[in-house]
């Protein structure tokens, strides 16, 4: 799972497509379209399904996941004095049962958004410089400065900050805990710097890439979620 969060983008990691140049804001990230993300395999792990499915009265981007962790991922450029306002939209069917995302043996979450960001990898720990090589020779990419990931967990409390136990350079912000809301849609409206600055301690770089994912591999079990548009402003 560690690599849910290495293998998203950096600077010089080789890209599929060129990466989108935000030059006017808003922009808003359509679940109804599908072709507008990325599908993301992670090594070793089986795929989450992602498709198009109504929920309610719209379509929503549907992740089922079976013992899975994948991910859809969109490459962007929006320099440090733009960054504004995130909203976004989920539905969690259930929560995983025996997850914690503070333990690695069981780090899964019923939905995630994952924000990716520049800086200087000169500052990595040499651990961290290691674990960059290794994700680069597993994935072709290697570990981003930094990476934000809005979750549901289980028990945590709410607005906590939850560092990965493998790496520093990935950091959980519980948007959401416990079952008093499955089952309904919910929206979120964040403020990225000062969310960054609360999980990091320091400002943040340009963010280069956000993604979403529903996984259940370590906990094999099962979940299915539900993404409505992704809206940066």
Known sequence: MLLSGCALWSVDAPQEKPPQVLRQLPLQFSAQDKSQWQAMR??????????????????????????????????????PDQLGALQFDWQVDQLIAAADMRQREAEDSPARLILVFEGDRQRFSTQNQLLSELTLSLTGEPLPYATLMYVWCNDCPAESVIVNPRTDRIRKLAVESGAGRVG???????????????????????????????????????TRAWYGPIRLD
Do not use: C
């Open 184 to 222: 309904q849609w919910l929206r979120y409206h964040r403020d990225i710097r000062a969310d960054f600055e609360k999980a990091f301690g320091e400002p943040p770089g340009a963010l280069l890439g956000l993604a979403i994912m529903t996984d259940t591999d370590n906990t094999r079990s099962s």
């Open 42 to 79: 992670l090594p070793g792990k089986l795929l989450t399904a992602y498709r198009v499915a109504p929920q309610g009265p719209r379509d929503a981007l549907l992740a089922e996941a079976v013992s899975s962790a994948s991910m859809l991922r969109q490459a962007l450029h929006i320099p």
